[in-house]
T-cell receptor, first 110, second 113 residues
Framework: KNEVEQSPQNLTAQEGEFITINCSYS?????LHWLQQHPGGGIVSLFM???GKKKHGRLIATINIQEKHSSLHITASHPRDSAVYIC????????????FGKGTLLTVNP | DVKVTQSSRYLVKRTGEKVFLECVQD?????MFWYRQDPGLGLRLIYF???????EKGDIPEGYSVSREKKERFSLILESASTNQTSMYLC????????????FGNGTRLTVT
């Protein structure tokens, strides 16, 4: 069973700061997801990646398959980025199941 | 835009009641999932379905059953609700294939008293 660890658990930043959230997993995967959940809200898929790097607006996700590690970066952070960020991994083959990290609570203060 | 709709945002039920949580998606997705989310435990898969009438147990199926009679609808059933089933329940869907992005509903916060 894959173990997914996120760090930090909680992160407080000032508006404009560069944010990094980390995700490590223990077993090889076919894909890694980054998800965002606002307080009381549903979950939105930010990225799905299996190699390299993806960028969407101020968000960048990277993955290092050899190191079994992924990072989510937020540039020029804003209070509306305050949310829980969740990393999830999917094993190889036709396994539909995701293993989720426990999430990182990000608070961006104005 | 994909829409995954869960029938209730908040639900309060009594111990022993039979509870139905409904989920509908409008994008003809093959895969549908039910998760529960609890503080400190993250999201855990209860059941998933990869086709009509097809289902597989997830990590915590005990006390739950599911029904998928039509492609767009995936129902989670608590046969006899218990207080330890108080939780946030999230439905998700994805297109066929194991490496597809997930689309989540807004969740149902169920309280069993």
């Amino acid at each position: 069973k894959n173990e997914v660890e996120q760090s930090p658990q909680n992160l407080t930043a000032q508006e404009g700061e560069f944010i990094t959230i980390n995700c490590s997993y223990s077993v090889g995967i076919s894909a890694l997801h980054w998800l965002q959940q606002h307080p009381g809200g549903g979950i939105v898929s930010l990225f799905m990646l299996s190699s390299g790097k993806k960028k969407h607006g101020r968000l960048i996700a990277t993955i290092n398959i050899q190191e079994k590690h992924s990072s989510l970066h937020i540039t020029a952070s804003h209070p509306r980025d305050s949310a829980v960020y969740i990393c999830a991994v999917r094993g190889g083959g036709s396994n539909y199941k995701l293993t989720f990290g426990k999430g990182t609570l990000l608070t961006v203060n104005p | 835009d994909v829409k995954v709709t869960q029938s209730s945002r908040y639900l309060v039920k009594r111990t022993g009641e039979k509870v139905f949580l409904e989920c509908v998606q409008d994008m003809d997705h093959e895969n549908m999932f039910w998760y529960r989310q609890d503080p400190g435990l993250g999201l855990r898969l209860i059941y998933f379905s990869y086709d009509v009438k097809m289902k597989e147990k997830g990590d915590i199926p005990e006390g739950y059953s599911v029904s998928r009679e039509k492609k767009e609808r995936f129902s989670l059933i608590l046969e006899s609700a218990s207080t330890n089933q108080t939780s946030m329940y999230l439905c998700a869907s994805s297109p066929g294939g194991s490496n597809s992005p997930l689309h989540f509903g807004n969740g149902t916060r169920l309280t069993v008293t």
